[in-house]
Structures are given as C-alpha cells and as structure tokens.
C-alpha cells in the first residue's frame, strides 16, 4: 500500500535535478493567470499550455501541466470575490459570500481565507493519496450510475433548499435550472427544446450562463454606485488583513476538513468535478453552522467551506486518474493527454511498476501548493487594485471581457448571445427575490442528474428500487433524506420561534 523504497527514490528524483523545479512557478502564474480570466475555464488554460510541454522531458511536462492545474484552482476564486464572477465553474460557492464580503471592504480577508483554504485543503489531500491512492481507487471504481445520480440529486436539494430566503423559491429556481440543463440532445439520442438552433445541439453553455446570472445581472445593479466599496478606506490593500483571512482557516479547521473530506470523496468520482465539491461542501457548513442567517452575507466561513472543497477535489481527481487512468474531469484529461504524448500509459500497472513516479507527482504537487502561497499574494495585490477601479470604467471593462471570454469557450457567437440574454433572466430573478445561484446549480447538475438517471433505469431494467441492492445508492440517498428533512425542520423551527 505504502512503498517507503518508492518514496526514497521520488525524493531522490525530486532532488537531483532542479530543471523540473524551474516549471513550478511559472506553472502556478499562468494558471492564476487564466483562472481569473471569466470565461477561461482549467481545462482551457491547460489545454492552451499543452502543446508548450511537448518539447519537455516527461517529468518537467508533468510538473509543469500541474502547476498550471493548482495555480488556475486558486485563481478561479479572485474575480468570484471580487467582482461576483467565478473564473472557473468550481468556484460559483465562493460567491456567494466573497463577493459580499468584497462589497463589506473585507476583501483582503476574502482574498486571504480563500487563498489558505485553497492551500491548506490541497495539502490534506495530497498527504492522503500519497498514503491511500491504491485504496481510493478500488473504492472508485465501485461508484456506478446510481450513485453519480444521488450526489447530483443531492446538491440539487441541498443548495435549493437553503439559498435565498424562501425554501419554495429556492426550489422554484433550481428546478428551472434543471429544465435548462437538459436542453439540446440527450445520450439517447432524443432533442428537447433546441428551438432548431443548431448551436444548442449540446446544451446550454454552463461558463455563459453562469457569468450571466451570477455577475453581469450585479454589475447592472450597481450601475448607480461609484465603487464596488462605498468606503474610500477600506479599498486599500493590506497584507496584514490578507494574512488574517489567511489564519482564519484554522479558527473554522472543523468546517475546512469537512470541506476538504466532501471534496477528495466527489473529486475522485469521474466526471463531476470541483464544481459539484464547491457547491456541496458550502451548503453542508451552511448547515451545520449555529448561525447560518449570516451565510450569503458576507461570511468568512462560506468562503473557507467553498474553497477547500474545490481545492480538495484535485487530490482526488488525481487518484482516479493515476490509478485507473479515468480522468475526473477535463483538466486531468489534458494531463492524460500530456502521459500518452509521452508514451506513458496510466493505470493499475502504472501504480504497480512506477510507484516512485507517482509519489514524485504527489509530492511535487503538495510543494506546488506551498510555492501557491507567496505567487497567489503576489498576485492578490495586482488584481485587488480592481477594488479602486470606478463603477463607471469597471462595468463595461468586465462585461467586454466576459463577451471575449464567452466566445473563447465554443468559438462562435452562440457564448455571448448566452451571456446577454442569462444576464436579463439573473438581473430580474434577482430583482423578485428568487435566487440566481440556485439555477446555476440546476444547470450545472441538471445534465448529468439525467444522464446517471437514464443509465441507472438501462442498468436496472425500469425497477425504480435498484438503489436499495446497492450499499453506496442507500447510504447516499439516507444522506439525502436526513440532510433535506433536517434542512426543513429547522426552517419551520425558526418560524414557529419567530412568530412566538
């Protein structure tokens, strides 16, 4: 399980040579770089920087790939606090009270907390797969059809339920997501509601829609602001409150291993990815926190949850991918790619015949995170500056970048016409009080909830209790069921307390 000769030798590799090391931060600034580019997604970023790791030996390719992977994680979370956009799809949770924070002044301490969450949240689980990488993946690849479709029905619940102020229109929202998730062609082959618009063949673009909902629809509200911080003083950078965010990961350690437990465990189920992770780790510390009223606006917890559940997600996306050779989203695919142009094969006997590469991976990957803490401040004090930009250059600066980044993603038009008309439905949901981010969470979800749904009715012939003969199905929707049912009556608790 453990092979200390293995990882002698992995320290003996790492150490011999500092050509590998000189990938690291470069590595780590562009993929900070892209992240905090709206619209430019990790596997964009990674799969721009591909063709440079073919003129790499394969160790320095490898290295180089993933620091780009653990700088763009982070990354992701800069615009999500600063401006309500999330650079990447995994940190649409961060918003939800980085960017109210933001608006507070408190962004240094945003900033900080999700930068130490990041960091800290990666770290434990590296230090897990470097221990139980061959365990995660016979546990993985137990992990069928109707399992993937609990956790997405889990999320589902569990974000409409508690966003917003009222559960029914939390429920509203999310559920309209769902609906426009499963637009264009499903793996059946049946198309619904295309409108025979060719370019909605594949679906609603989740990047475009959820920078629509989530950000442009806010920026049109502040058009009668001057600054995002009201407060001229607190627009300033300061790397001592920076620094306080960042130590405030360990006053809520409790909430922060959670987050990164949820995020190992959905990171390493193939095909979810961190977005999934972020958005379930920030609504189980919503509730089972004693004052979860404070959550959306402006809680540092929020942001410590969200961030090391994304984060987390690497450690065991990577397990999956080392050990199985499956990769758990679309960034470890690229680093798949970069393996075979390196003919190098991964799986079961990659693990078996290369274990002192694979721990020269991992722990490469846990110093990565420590080179993340002194670039990702460096970075911080550049893009904070957006804090002191005026409303008045600052919305259509965003909005134009948004459009380019939108076209990026499919090359033609269709992201932006996405972005335009997503912003109008944000802008007034927001504006009656049902709450954006729940649909972000339907579209995200609402995909893959019918995929796993159609192969788990394929697998099991129609018989709707097929769950109960699997041990995974059953523990995961008595999570469902004890999660929502604890939701509910601790909302009507609070009610019938209110109205005595």
Request: charged share 10%.
């Amino acid at each position: 399980m453990f092979d200390i000769s293995a990882l002698m030798a992995a320290i003996g590799l790492m150490t011999g040579s500092l050509d590998t090391w000189l990938w690291v931060v470069p590595g780590i600034a562009i993929g900070l770089f892209f992240g905090a580019l709206p619209g430019v997604s990790i596997t964009m970023a990674m799969a721009l920087t591909l063709p440079i790791s073919m003129y790499m030996d394969f160790l320095s390719a490898i290295i180089f790939l993933t620091s780009v992977y653990t700088g763009a994680g982070y990354g992701g979370s800069i615009p999500a606090v600063l401006i309500n956009i999330p650079g990447t799809s995994a940190a649409v949770a961060t918003t939800f009270d980085g960017y109210p924070m933001a608006r507070k002044g408190m962004h240094n301490e945003a900033l900080g907390a999700a930068l130490g969450a990041s960091v800290i949240g990666s770290i434990i689980s590296y230090l897990v797969l470097l221990f139980l990488v061959v365990p995660i993946a016979d546990l993985v690849i137990k992990i069928g059809p109707i399992e993937m479709f609990g956790i997405a029905l889990w999320g589902m619940l569990m974000i409409g339920s508690l966003t917003g102020p009222s559960m029914l229109r939390g429920f509203v929202a999310g559920g309209l997501g769902v609906l426009l998730g499963t637009i264009g062609m499903n793996t059946v082959g049946f198309i619904r509601g295309t409108l025979d618009i060719p370019e909605l063949l594949d679906g609603i673009g989740p990047i475009p829609a959820l920078m629509g909902l989530l950000a442009s629809s806010q920026l049109l509200g502040l058009v009668s602001a001057n600054f995002i911080i009201d407060n001229k003083n607190a627009r300033s950078l300061s790397a001592t409150k920076i620094m306080a965010g960042f130590m405030a990961v360990f006053k809520y350690k409790v909430t922060m291993l959670r987050g990164t437990v949820i995020g190992m465990i959905i990171g390493a189920a193939p095909g979810v990815g961190a977005s999934v992770s972020n958005l379930l780790s920030y609504s189980d510390a919503k509730r089972r926190s004693s004052t979860p009223e404070k959550f959306g606006k402006g809680d540092i917890e929020g942001v410590i949850a969200a961030e090391s559940g994304n984060s987390s997600g690497e450690g065991g996306s990577m397990a999956t991918t080392l050990s199985l050779g499956i990769p758990g989203g679309g960034a470890t695919a690229v680093i798949l790619a970069a393996f075979a142009m390196h003919n190098i094969v991964v799986g079961p006997s990659f693990i078996d015949k290369s274990k002192d590469l694979v721990y020269v991976l991992i722990l490469n990957n846990i110093a990565q995170c420590l080179f993340l803490i002194p670039v990702g401040l460096i970075f911080i004090y550049f893009a904070g500056s957006i804090v002191k930009v005026p409303i008045r250059f600052l919305i259509p600066t965003v909005l134009i970048i948004s459009v380019f980044g939108c076209f990026a993603t499919d090359g033609n038009a269709a992201g932006a016409i996405t972005l335009c008309i997503f912003s109008v439905i944000g802008w007034t949901m927001a504006r009656y009080h049902y709450p954006p981010s729940a649909m972000v969470v339907g579209l995200l979800l609402g995909g893959m909830f019918e995929t796993e749904a159609i192969k788990s009715m394929q697998l099991s012939a129609g018989n709707i209790f097929y769950f109960l003969e699997r041990p995974g199905g059953v523990a995961i929707f008595a999570l469902i069921l004890l999660s929502t049912g604890y939701a509910v009556f601790d909302k009507f608790k609070k009610k019938a307390t209110q109205s005595v």
